[in-house]
């Protein structure tokens, strides 16, 4: 670890499925464990799929006081320091309005979304409960015609049976892949390159720590890129993903029973 740095390690944490628990709880001792943390200099970075205003309550519980991977590493920033080189990338709104037009007769929800606008072709209750839409401009119709800026997320909802459609639809765009929530109807895209762990790379260079001192926790397949760039990977024990289940460490409790926390308190000696 650079001697430059303010952090003594990186302890890099998905949120949904690893962090919390059911119905987006942060349990009393999770909470305090990344508190104590962030306040005893740890860098504690969340990455999650969500935007910065869905994960930001849960930066300010965890006492977080760096950078944040939002929108599954599409956006890497620090929201108290406008001088910390952002890592970016967005989706070309051409494209996004075009993929729009071609799936309106199967897919039955479409949202995506900027740092000011959200735009859904209908209300989803599934959807809002994670992408929040406080303090957001909220677009709800024929969004084709409103899309002005290229766009940081695109999510889907559609039966399994026009996976197959979907993919090569969305995929025909040069740098676009898509991709299945586990076990879901919904689906999302991602740009080539664009993962938790291009962002976590980027925020281990900026504050020169090395793999040996980082930390990190992830139960989805779209985290396999992050846990690859730590030297201590872990992978909640109740994961639904085999795939990563089978790659990774394993904490040795769940998310809804504090599995991060509790991995923490065993790795780095923590007394309670």
Partial sequence: MSSATPYKKIIAVDMDGTLLANNLRLLPLSEEIMSRLSDEGYLVVLA???PWRSIKPYYERCHCSGPVIAYNGAYTFHPGDPNFP???????KEAIKDIYRKSKSYVTSFMCETNTD??????????AHYFWYDEMKFH??????LIKENLYTCIFRCTHAHDDELKKLCESYPGIVWRHWTGSFYSEL????????????????QYGIGKEDVIAFGDSNNDAEMLEEAGYPFVPCDSKSEYMKSRFPLTKKGSSNNGVANELIELLGIKL
């Fill in 140 to 145: 709800v119709g024929d969004i084709e015609p």
């Fill in 86 to 92: 952002k890592l970016d990338f967005s989706f070309d």
């Fill in 190 to 205: 991602a740009r080539v390159g664009a993962n938790k762990g291009a962002g976590l790379a980027h925020i281990m260079k």
């Fill in 118 to 127: 959200v735009y859904v072709n209908r209300r989803d209750d599934y959807l």
């Fill in 48 to 50: 999650s799929g969500r």
